[in-house]
């Protein structure tokens, strides 16, 4: 019950299209109407579609049949509203309404050419939205981007539609008889097309109005040809809608089927919520102001000087400090650090090595005065170990500089001295006290000689104890000690 409730209050719609479902500007400018009106009309609708096809059925035997078609099947469902979109669909809807529906159903003709529309249907319980298309201003555009051009190919189908046109755009082009010649596609199959458009003649330009259906009678997409012809045209091509800039065309003043899909949606908005059709008068929707794709530009050698003034310049290739700004920045940034960082690392190593230099020509001369000295000197670090011995204490113990260091300074001690002078010594490091001892100390001749040992801490600025006494690690320690010996015998 509630789904039948819900049908029954739907409101229905009926779109007439002229073409298939593949066709074109035509569904471009359906599908901008369908979603248009399902997202904003705030209620349910009930929406059938029918597709006269009229690109591959023309006859009138079955102009005939496609009426007897649609009165059979509106029989049980009559529309609240009927939008043929296109000439084909506009013109069957105006010629056979009083055999399709009721008089009281409003119609909005859309997706189509004012010319096209019959006198008088306009104002019969219906509205227009479409076009006027400017025929000699698709001319213009070119000759006024490619003023050398001498030849232009016109690319256009043979169904009865587009035969309409052809006789329109023969008339109408006349006038630039005298300035280019014409070639003509409508008497050809789209092969034939892709080969006439490899082998244009020099100073050409193709201008593709319609292509439903080729000299064959074969149907087409005209998007898909469209492409297909810029894969194998040896000259540029426009065309005459928007949606198909980027598809191969260079541009120029193009029609906006999209937006005669929404302004037609917007119509039948009101009109299905209960304004009368004729309180909106016909719309003609032109063309918008110049575009063009810079990639086609670029590709025949268009300046962009000759473009009209005001022109939009579509598909353009970013320069390189467009695209890549971000990541120039950024690594310049990260260069920039580094320079800086490397100039200040550059600049402290070189104050280091200067200080170091300073403190190794400090340690030499230290040496040098140490080793010159009457009395034995060494220096001890944090761990009581030796770190320095000069040259006067192993003159006197006979050993090298490596046989004292650390503990090793404690074999020459005499056994009855050891155990107290490493006491006093201890207590005097733990402390950080100046000490005074006497032991005796063995000779290089194998004796053992009486020396005074006299030890200093040593304090680093702060007060504590300091943990060398050069930046090197070779003189460290917190006690110098002085040691000379006495004329003593054993």
Not at 15 to 29: D, E, L, Q
Not at 241 to 246: D, M, P
Not at 248 to 263: D, W
Not at 347 to 354: I, M, Y
Request: net charge neutral; hydrophobic share 40%.
């Amino acid at each position: 019950m509630g789904f039948e409730v819900c049908a029954a209050q739907a409101k229905r719609v009926l779109v007439m299209h002229s073409f298939g479902n593949a066709a074109p500007p035509f569904t471009t400018h359906s599908i901008a109407f369908e979603t248009e009106l399902t997202e904003k009309l705030g209620e349910p609708v009930d929406l059938d579609e029918v597709y006269l096809d009229v690109a591959r059925y023309a006859t009138l035997d079955m102009e005939e049949a496609l009426v007897e078609f649609v009165r059979k099947r509106q029989a049980n469902w009559q529309p609240d509203l009927v939008v043929p979109i296109g000439s084909p669909a506009g013109v069957f809807v105006a010629k056979h309404r009083s055999r399709l529906f009721s008089r009281s159903i409003p119609v909005i003709y859309t997706g189509m050419d004012k010319r096209r529309l019959p006198p008088g249907a306009a104002g019969d319980n219906a509205s227009f939205v479409g076009e006027a298309f400017d025929l000699p201003a698709l001319v213009e555009d070119i000759l006024q981007i490619a003023p050398e051009t001498q030849n232009i190919g016109v690319v256009i189908g043979a169904s009865p539609l587009e035969r309409f046109w052809l006789s329109a755009l023969q008339a109408e082009y006349a006038q630039f008889a005298s300035r280019v010649k014409f070639i003509w596609f409508n008497n050809l199959t789209f092969d034939q097309m892709l080969d006439r458009a490899s082998h244009m003649p020099p100073q050409s330009f193709l201008l593709l109005i319609l292509l439903m259906r080729d000299a064959a009678g074969v149907t087409h997409n005209a998007d898909e040809a469209l492409k297909k012809l810029h894969a194998v045209a040896n000259a540029p091509i426009n065309g005459i809608f928007v949606h198909q800039l980027g598809l191969g065309i260079v541009g120029g003043r193009l029609y906006q089927a999209e937006s005669e899909g929404i302004q037609s949606a917007r119509i039948a908005i009101d009109v299905l919520k209960g304004k009368a059709v004729t309180n909106f008068p016909p719309i003609t929707i032109g063309p918008l102001e110049p575009r063009y794709d810079w990639r086609e530009l670029n590709r025949w050698k268009i300046s962009e000087e000759n473009l009209p003034e005001g022109s939009t310049v579509s598909f353009r290739e970013p320069t390189f400090w467009q695209q890549y700004m971000r990541r120039v920045i950024v690594v310049s940034a990260v260069c920039l650090a580094q320079a800086i960082l490397i100039s200040f690392l550059g600049a402290t190593l070189v104050k280091r090595r200067r200080a170091e230099n300073s403190v190794a020509e400090t340690e030499a001369r230290f040496r040098r005065v140490a080793d010159a000295a009457p009395i034995m000197l060494w220096m001890t670090g944090r761990d009581k170990a030796c770190t320095f011995i000069n040259k006067t204490w192993l003159d006197f113990t006979g050993r090298t500089a490596d046989q004292e260091m650390g503990d090793g300074w404690v074999q020459a001690l005499h056994p009855e001295d050891s155990q107290r002078s490493f006491n006093t010594y201890g207590e005097a490091f733990e402390a950080r006290r100046e000490f005074s001892m006497e032991y005796r100390l063995r000779r290089r001749d194998g004796g053992f000689g009486w020396v005074l040992a006299t030890g200093t801490p040593r304090f680093a600025s702060d007060g504590e104890p300091a943990t060398r006494a050069f930046p090197k690690p070779s003189v460290p320690g917190p006690f110098s000690c002085r040691c000379r010996w006495l004329d003593r015998s054993d």
